[in-house]
């Protein structure tokens, strides 16, 4: 079954990067769109933007333009979200998800990352 | 800050339903049939409960249906179950093609 599963937890300093990584599996790794979904401890839903494992095309919204990257290595079917410039507003569960089309609802979703950012 | 609007929290009794809103503007919810309802159980990732507006995924329950009118869309939940008890989402498309969520809703069960 279609799978995705995230790197584990990980705690920066202010002004540090953090890198956490999607694995998929189940499917053919370059024909779904993932997207990036983030949720500070007790607040919402925010969208990160999406990566086309085929090609790499990107899309981030504006807020975070500059300071998100993803990237995607085909021979391991892995995506990755590079967030730099942390500061503790950063600090949140960081989600992987997908529904396999560009903006199809998100049927399935890794585990979560926890990313703490503190001094 | 959410562009959507959704209320924080709503309660119910058992084998009640209740309704859910979520509203936007012609350039997100109003203008595309792209809402979408997760469920969130705390500690858990969300899930699909309702896409494009009114569409169920299979194995979701029927006692959960969407709807859309103008701006505003809606979830509600009928014969409200403990089990329902939960944070509800809602995301649309936008115009300028990225994806928006709501600030969440707290379902209660009484």
């Known amino acids: 079954q279609v799978q995705l599963l995230q790197s584990g937890a990980e705690v920066k300093t202010p002004g540090a990067s953090v890198k956490v990584s999607c694995r998929a599996s189940?499917?053919?790794?370059?024909?779904?769109?993932i997207h990036w979904v983030r949720q500070a401890p007790g607040q919402g839903l925010e969208w990160m933007g999406v990566i086309y494992p085929s090609g790499g095309s990107t899309k981030y919204p504006q807020i975070f333009q500059g300071r998100v990257t993803m990237t995607r290595d085909t021979s391991t079917s892995t995506v990755y979200m590079e967030l730099s410039s942390l500061r503790s507003e950063d600090t949140a569960v960081y989600y992987c998800?997908?529904?396999?089309?560009?903006?199809?609802?998100?049927?399935?979703w890794g585990q979560g990352t926890m990313v703490t950012v503190s001094s | 800050q959410s562009a959507l609007t959704q209320p924080a929290s709503v309660s119910g009794s058992p084998g009640q339903s209740i309704t859910i809103s979520c509203t936007g503007t012609s350039s997100d919810v109003g203008g595309y049939n792209s809402v979408s309802w997760y469920l969130q159980h705390p500690g858990k990732a969300p899930k699909l409960m309702i896409h494009?507006?009114?569409k169920r995924p299979s194995g979701v329950s029927n006692r959960f249906s969407g709807s859309k009118s103008g701006n505003t869309a809606s979830l509600t939940i009928s014969g409200l179950q403990a089990e329902d008890e939960a944070y509800y989402y809602c995301?649309?498309?936008?115009?300028?093609?990225?994806?928006?969520f709501g600030p969440g809703t707290k379902v209660t069960v009484l």
């Open positions: 189940g499917y053919t790794f370059n024909s779904y769109y």
């Open positions: 995301s649309s498309y936008t115009s300028s093609s990225t994806l928006v």
């Open positions: 494009e507006v009114t």
């Open positions: 998800a997908t529904g396999g089309g560009l903006w199809m609802p998100f049927d399935i």
